[in-house]
């Protein structure tokens, strides 16, 4: 406490209230001048068992051998045995043969390059040969001798491309052609129709022959959109996009191609080649129905889409309208081709596959249609001995809308080449609503005169387009009638497209009905 007692001297001095002394106080002064002991709080009793030795691993983890057929459990410590050397020098032999087999294989990569690089010069003083190969001949499939042609074609469930079964037909004739179709992980489960496609090849050799094939066509269904992709080269990552490039492409493989006729035909199977894609595939359906109105009126002039034989519009189009279901709805022609098609062994779908309605759902929708027919006071159907020979009828309410949709059309759709303005004045022809100076004297009488100033007729679009024999900045038509400007209102041709829409608007422009 004497302690205590002096610390608080100083603070008297200071004229300060000392801080009160108190036992506690006393306690942790005490303690605190005195020395603590050095140890710990408490101890606690070892919670594994002492090891004396520890076997590590000397590897991370193990590898199936890549030697092939010897195994890691006949080859104590990594060492061959002695009897097994003979195994091993054959595996060896083996693995020199693929090695061999693929380097064969660049090198055809390499010479086909060279050689289209080479081909591709121009010959000094030379002429070029023309093609002698009949344009609409039958498709034959030459032998390609080379290396392997290797194309995957990445296509969605709800849209398959059926083109690939005949072109795969087509070439196998004269070709060895390897087909596989395999699910991606995007793919959940195939739809029904497509469910009887298991993966792997479907026939043929095994994946080891896979060498000795001239093309390797692999498909596999993937979540993509309406377009396949078909990958042309793995190894850059070459794709090209849409169905009807993939025709193009396999049909430059045919013997003799599409293009090594002359370019009118190639052109026109160009044509039907676009509609397909544009206007079926990815067409709404008035684009639909104007398709299906001029093929079947191309159907009415040839058996075929440009001729006597089958060729590779019609391979196109018969996949488009498979895949957009519009078989049921198709006019007279389209569906007697659809049946001829059917028929012939190059376009058999692959078997399991089910295009026809069960027999339940057709005799559901023929009763529903009966009482439809009844309530809008239209003729019942009559029971035919022969059902093929009746037109089909419409079973749902898409088929009947289209059905009556396409009795209203009256002239096909502007050739989807053509540029906006000339595909409006394409339409503006059709429907007699392009500038004239009839029409425009109806509004405007002290502005545009009510005669043609060439010949005094009535100017509407029909005379001063087509009849009139005097235009000016055009040369006159020999023999005009309605009839011939009813058929140029028809053409499906691009150039005659193209040509009435340019003479209608310089003879517009001579007159004045477009100042």
């Known amino acids: 406490m004497a302690t205590l007692a002096n610390q ?25 001048a005195s020395a603590a002991p050095v140890g710990c709080m408490y101890r606690v009793t070892p919670i594994y068992q002492e090891i004396a030795s520890v076997e590590l691993p000397t590897c991370m983890y193990r590898v199936a051998s890549v030697y092939g057929g010897t195994s890691a459990a006949n080859m104590p410590n990594g060492v061959m045995p002695i009897n097994d050397t003979g195994d091993m ?9 693929q090695l061999i087999e693929r ?17 591709r010069q121009p010959i000094p003083g030379g002429t070029a040969e023309t093609a002698t190969v009949p344009a609409r001949a039958p498709m034959q499939v030459g032998k390609r001798t080379g290396s392997l042609v290797d194309i995957v074609v990445n296509a969605s469930p709800d849209h398959p491309p059926w083109s690939l079964w005949p072109l795969r037909r087509l070439l196998s004739q004269h070709m060895r052609v390897l087909f596989a179709c395999h699910t991606h992980s995007s793919v959940g489960a195939l739809p029904a129709n497509l ?14 022959s896979r060498m000795s094939h001239d093309l390797a066509l692999t498909l596999v269904w993937k979540q993509v959109d309406e377009n396949c992709e078909v990958m042309v080269s793995p190894m850059l990552q070459a794709a090209i ?9 396999l049909g430059r493989l045919l013997s003799p191609s599409y293009e090594s006729g002359d370019a009118v035909t190639a052109t026109e199977m160009d044509y039907w080649l676009s509609l397909a894609h544009h206007g079926v595939i990815h067409g709404k359906n008035k684009e639909q129905q104007a398709v299906l109105k001029a093929l079947n009126a191309q159907l009415g002039r040839t058996p075929y889409v440009l001729g006597s034989v089958p060729g590779l519009a019609d391979i196109a189009l018969w996949s488009a309208l498979l895949q957009a279901n519009l078989a049921c709805g198709a006019p007279n022609n389209v569906k007697k081709w659809l049946k001829t098609l059917s ?3 190059i376009f058999a779908l692959p078997e399991g596959f089910d295009k026809t309605p069960p027999l339940e759902a057709q005799r559901d929708a023929r009763g529903k249609s009966s009482k439809t027919r009844e309530l809008t006071g239209r003729a019942p159907l009559e029971e035919l001995s022969n059902p093929d020979d009746a037109s089909t009828e419409p079973l749902n309410y898409n088929a009947t809308l289209q059905y009556y949709r396409q009795s209203r059309y009256t002239y ?104």
Not at 12 to 29: I, Y
Not at 195 to 208: H, M, N, V, Y
Not at 424 to 441: D, E, K
Not at 445 to 470: D, K, M, N, Q, R
């Open 8 to 32: 608080s001297e100083p603070f008297k001095r200071a004229g300060k209230l000392a801080p009160p002394v108190n036992a506690l106080t006393q306690l942790v002064s005490l303690n605190m």
């Open 89 to 97: 020098v054959a595996e060896l032999e083996r693995r020199q043969q």
């Open 195 to 208: 469910s009887f496609l298991t993966a792997g090849p479907d026939r043929g050799p095994l994946a080891e």
């Open 241 to 249: 996009v849409g169905e009807v490039n993939l025709i193009r492409y």
């Open 343 to 345: 028929a012939n062994p």
């Open 412 to 515: 096909p759709p502007p050739h989807p080449s053509l540029n906006r303005a000339d595909a409006v004045a394409w339409r503006q022809l059709q429907t007699n609503s392009f500038p004239c100076l009839y029409m425009l004297n109806r509004f405007h009488p002290t502005l545009y005169p009510s005669y043609c100033p060439f010949c005094g007729s009535v100017p509407t679009v029909y005379h001063s387009t087509w009849e009139c024999s005097a235009p000016q900045g055009v040369p006159p038509i020999p023999n005009p009638t309605p009839s011939s400007w009813e058929s140029a209102l028809l053409s499906l041709r691009r150039q005659e497209q193209q040509k009435l829409v340019q003479r209608a608007r310089r003879v517009a422009q001579g007159n004045g009905a477009l100042d």
């Open 103 to 119: 380097l064969n294989h660049l090198k055809g990569l390499v010479d086909n390059v060279a050689a289209k690089s080479t081909s």
